[in-house]
């Protein structure tokens, strides 16, 4: 039968790696972006964010790096741990609106 | 820390029939939002609330779908008639002004 679901893309690290996780957002009019993290059954859950006045924004263990020029959104771990182990999501927001567009996704698998 | 909480976690229901999915937000939160997420596919938005009113909603959220604050805490998600395609994880979000939206666990529905 033919497949509905979307075909995730998929890295894997060692543990103790870098990670590095990319996204291609869609609007140019896009000024807020964020990455969440989804574990299995769970809800996505904030890691990080940045606005669009910026090109780089560093948290605990993670970086985003954003690219406006080819609307490209990039996620770092450093020392990538298995519990890093899930499904990262970047999301775009205009600031004119409410909506959250979300990417289709990168499973994240760190190997031990 | 505090949380959005959903309930129920898994809702069975038959074709045809009502469903409510409830939600309560972070407590100071003042923006509500749906989004579901078909398996396998990406976090879709629904709707968006504030001040007791839909600000944005997509074209998913149809005439079949419709939101309410009853009280000061919860926030729900009614859909009048269920159909098979309405199968999906729901997830319930809040925020406070311009901050990040935090995601509760979801409920998943399961249209027989």
């Known amino acids: 039968g033919e497949s509905v679901g979307l075909h995730l893309p998929t890295l894997s690290v060692q543990e103790g790696d870098n990670s590095i996780i990319n996204c291609a957002y869609s609007?140019?009019?896009?000024?807020?972006f964020i990455w969440y993290k989804q574990e299995s059954g769970k809800g996505p859950q904030f890691i990080i964010d940045i606005r669009s006045n910026m090109d780089k924004r560093q948290g605990q263990r993670v970086t985003v790096l954003l690219n406006k020029t080819v609307k490209h959104l990039s996620l770092q771990i450093a020392a990538t741990q298995p519990g890093d182990s899930a499904v990262y999501f970047c999301?775009?927001?205009?600031?004119?609106?409410?909506?959250?567009?979300f990417g289709t996704g990168t499973s994240l698998t760190v190997i031990p | 820390e505090p949380e959005v909480t959903q309930t129920p976690s898994h809702q069975v229901t038959q074709m045809g029939q009502e469903v409510i999915l409830r939600c309560v937000p972070i407590?100071?939160?003042?923006?509500f939002y749906w989004y579901r997420q078909i398996l396998g596919q990406k976090v879709e938005f629904l709707v968006s609330?504030?001040?007791?009113?839909?600000?944005?909603k997509s074209e998913i959220f149809d005439d079949q779908f419709s939101v309410e604050r009853p009280d000061g805490s919860n926030f729900t998600l009614k859909i009048r008639s269920t159909k098979l395609e309405d199968s999906a994880m729901y997830f319930c979000a809040s925020k406070r002004g311009n901050q990040p939206q935090h995601f509760g666990d979801g409920t998943r529905l399961s249209i027989l």
């Open positions: 609007n140019s009019a896009s000024d807020y």
């Open positions: 407590s100071n939160h003042l923006y």
């Open positions: 609330f504030y001040n007791n009113e839909i600000s944005e």
């Open positions: 999301a775009e927001n205009l600031n004119t609106g409410n909506q959250f567009y």
